[in-house]
């Protein structure tokens, strides 16, 4: 260290004698040199990337908008009256080629306050400090890592407490066992390089669970966003999945995070009813601030009446200990606009099957969704 504030001071001394040369012999020529110098040093900045323009590094108008409504959910949550909540955002879009990222981080400011850090970076190599804000009074936390998923599973993904009616909040050891409060996270994107680009996209880590979320493209979070406590504002890392969310027999235990079908909109089959999405829409989960749930699609009773008779007949039918046999479920009233659609298919556990699938409006919207295991149409 010595040896380099040694060479750095002889370095300086020369460069002084030299411009003290440069004015003695000519003051004029010495300035205009000087000046000549500064007025070129603002046109190029070597960040260690490439050659960029010195001007102020920006990113997309879509990144932007999207980090903005980031920021201020996260600060609605925190003056919510409601804890164990739920809010939306608009979700990231992919951050893609242009090498945005962000890296929110638990932080102080410069008068000792606690808080988060919201740094966002872009610009050569993604490497540019775009913006850097801090949000007063929360922290980061994350729906992954140790037991926090299987304990979130059972909260708010458990198909009996679902059935019971009103919105769940975690008491006893589930208290503050159902998240993991982190240091920082950081998200990004990432092209996987596979061909089939199934694996490019939006990534989510924790640099203290680096060896715990390891997916690609596993910020599928449908735009959500979790708080236990208005303090802590949790993120939802997710891990692929091909069939309904996991729900209750099939707990998440995977430290990863949970399933994306438990985050993500999906349609037909994919609908299930423990899809924390469709339970925020239908108003079962509580919302942090004061939106109004949007309805899912409905039928008319004689045909939810006439489609319940159908599965129970079905049921009755799989359960029976007799071969060619018949039974009677009625008739189906004119149906209009509605749609049933019975196809073969796999459960989560992979177990095959039927699924029954209701949309109105020419297919256009989805109703509901059923499987039932062990048999298909014919």
């Not at 004698?17 to 010495?30: H, I, N, Q, R, S």
């Not at 007949?313 to 200990?321: D, G």
């Not at 004119?334 to 699938?357: A, D, F």
Request: hydrophobic residues 30%.
């Amino acid at each position: 260290m010595s040896e380099v504030r040694k060479l750095v001071s002889i370095v300086l001394l020369l460069i002084l004698l030299v411009l003290w040369l440069m004015f003695y012999y000519d003051p004029e020529g010495g300035f205009n040199a000087v000046k000549d110098a500064a007025s070129g040093f603002d046109e190029y900045v070597d960040i260690g990337a490439k050659e960029v323009r010195g001007s102020k590094p920006t990113i997309p108008k879509a990144h932007e908008d999207a980090i903005s409504e980031l920021k201020r959910t996260m600060e609605r949550m925190k003056e919510s009256d409601k804890e164990f909540c739920f809010a939306k955002y608009s979700g990231l879009p992919p951050l893609g080629e242009e090498g945005t990222s962000l890296v929110l981080s638990d932080n102080k400011n410069d008068d000792n306050i606690e808080g988060m850090t919201l740094v966002v970076l872009g610009g050569a190599a993604g490497k540019q400090e775009v913006s850097y804000e801090f949000i007063e009074g929360v922290k980061p936390c994350v729906i992954a890592g140790g037991d926090s998923v299987r304990r979130f599973s059972e909260i708010f993904l458990n198909k009996d407490n679902l059935a019971k009616g009103g919105k769940r909040s975690p008491g006893g050891r589930f208290a503050t066992s159902h998240y993991t409060p982190v240091k920082s996270v950081i998200m990004s994107y990432v092209d996987s390089l596979n061909p089939d680009g199934k694996s490019d996209g939006n990534i989510i880590r924790v640099p203290e669970l680096a060896n715990v979320i390891t997916e690609p493209n596993n910020l599928q979070d449908g735009g959500l966003l979790y708080t236990p406590d208005n303090e802590h504002i949790c993120f939802f890392p997710t891990k692929p999945g091909n069939v309904p969310c996991l729900g209750r027999g099939g707990i998440d235990r995977d430290p990863q995070g949970l399933d994306d079908d438990c985050l993500v909109e999906r349609k037909g089959f994919f609908a299930d009813e423990t899809n924390l999405l469709r339970q925020y829409e239908e108003g079962k989960i509580t919302h942090c601030v004061g939106d109004t749930p949007v309805s899912r699609p409905t039928i008319p009773t004689e045909h939810e009446n006439a489609i319940a008779e159908l599965k129970k007949a079905i049921e009755k039918i799989k359960a029976s200990t007799q071969k060619q046999c018949f039974t009677n479920y009625g008739t189906l009233p004119n149906l209009g606009k509605t749609s049933i659609t019975l196809s073969p298919g796999l459960n989560k556990e992979g177990k095959s099957g039927m699924r029954i699938n209701v949309r109105k409006n020419e297919g256009r919207e989805d109703v509901s969704s059923d499987f039932i295991e062990g048999v298909k149409p014919c």
